[in-house]
């Protein structure tokens, strides 16, 4: 990897909008890594781009979302990069089996106009149920990691209107298990885990990650035109099959390249030259 010129982004204002502590998380890891001065905003109500309880529906991707935030926060600041984090949540991609968390933590350069992003997944703390007692509610509780996941109450279905967010102790928990469980029509109150991220230990630790792939990223530069984002873009299937030589899925080379002028080269896989067998779909159908 081509390590990036330390001062690209020495001293330049990075803007940052959000309403749930993400400043704190990323600002050492960037600051640190990037030698630029992170200025927080939090002059947009983010939730009008869409909400995890479901108020409002987010409009296109996440990848739109994290978009629309950096340019807004650049707006409001007046700085010239922008960085914007948006994540997701769904079952996991491997089974279903699982709550599951995606982030992207989006970095946009409006002077080169360079975008570069990191990702990260995982298991989420997404969880959620009907109960009908404290008996109940404690039972969930527990499993969603309270206190330190904060939880959110709202009477009868996930949709009702009536929403309490952000509870963070048992006794504002049970309270407001009373207060949903008093206009519910049949005493029935809907739980779940809050996933804004000062909320949610298990997403911040995710959203790190993302950042750290967005760094990684950010100082690897282009061995053609020293432009960080130089990154793996493709992988070239078809290592063959160690037993019979047939052409299995993984990947035999990578393409690297490079967004803002073009440059790419094909880099060999370091692994073995041959895949095992147990990866052949000849050997293993």
């Known amino acids: 990897?081509?390590?990036?010129?330390?001062?690209?982004?020495?001293?330049?204002?990075?803007?940052?909008?959000?309403?749930?502590g993400k400043q704190d998380l990323v600002r050492g890891p960037i600051e640190s890594a990037l030698g630029c001065q992170l200025v927080h905003t939090d002059g947009y109500d983010t939730d009008q781009l869409g909400t995890?309880?479901?108020?409002?529906?987010?409009?296109?991707?996440?990848l739109d979302a994290a978009r629309k935030k950096a340019s807004i926060g650049m707006a409001l600041t007046g700085a010239s990069v922008g960085m914007a984090s948006e994540g997701s949540f769904g079952p996991d991609p491997f089974?279903?089996?699982?709550p599951w968390n995606t982030e992207v933590v989006l970095w946009v350069?409006?002077?080169?106009?360079?975008?570069?992003?990191?990702?990260?997944?995982?298991?989420?703390?997404?969880?959620?149920?009907?109960?009908?007692?404290?008996?109940?509610?404690?039972?969930?509780a527990t499993e969603a990691g309270f206190p330190e996941h904060h939880l959110v109450l709202r009477p009868e279905h996930p949709d009702h209107p009536d929403v309490d967010k952000g509870i963070r102790d048992h006794e504002t928990l049970l309270k407001s298990f009373h207060l949903a469980?008093?206009?519910?029509?049949?005493?029935a109150v809907f739980v779940e885990n809050d996933l804004r991220a000062f909320s949610n230990p298990t997403r911040q630790k995710t959203i790190l990650k993302a950042t750290e792939d967005l760094i990684q990223k950010l100082l690897s530069a282009c061995p053609s035109c020293a432009t960080p984002g130089y990154w793996l873009s493709q992988q070239i299937p078809g290592l063959p099959c160690r037993?019979?030589?047939s052409l299995?899925?993984?990947?035999?080379?990578?393409?690297?390249?490079?967004?803002?002028?073009g440059h790419e080269e094909q880099r060999a896989v370091h692994t073995q030259p041959w895949a095992d067998p147990a990866r052949c779909d000849f050997c293993n159908p």
Request: aromatic letters at 8%; a positive charge; charged letters at 20%.
């Open 1 to 20: 990897m081509n390590t990036a010129p330390p001062f690209f982004y020495q001293g330049r204002q990075v803007s940052l909008l959000t309403q749930h």
């Open 52 to 62: 995890f309880t479901r108020e409002l529906t987010r409009a296109g991707s996440q």
């Open 95 to 98: 089974g279903a089996f699982m």
């Open 109 to 140: 350069d409006r002077l080169s106009g360079l975008e570069v992003t990191g990702f990260a997944h995982g298991p989420a703390r997404s969880l959620h149920r009907i109960v009908n007692s404290p008996q109940e509610l404690e039972r969930f």
């Open 181 to 187: 469980q008093a206009k519910s029509a049949h005493g």
């Open 243 to 245: 037993d019979c030589g």
């Open 248 to 261: 299995t899925r993984l990947p035999k080379a990578e393409i690297w390249s490079c967004k803002q002028c």
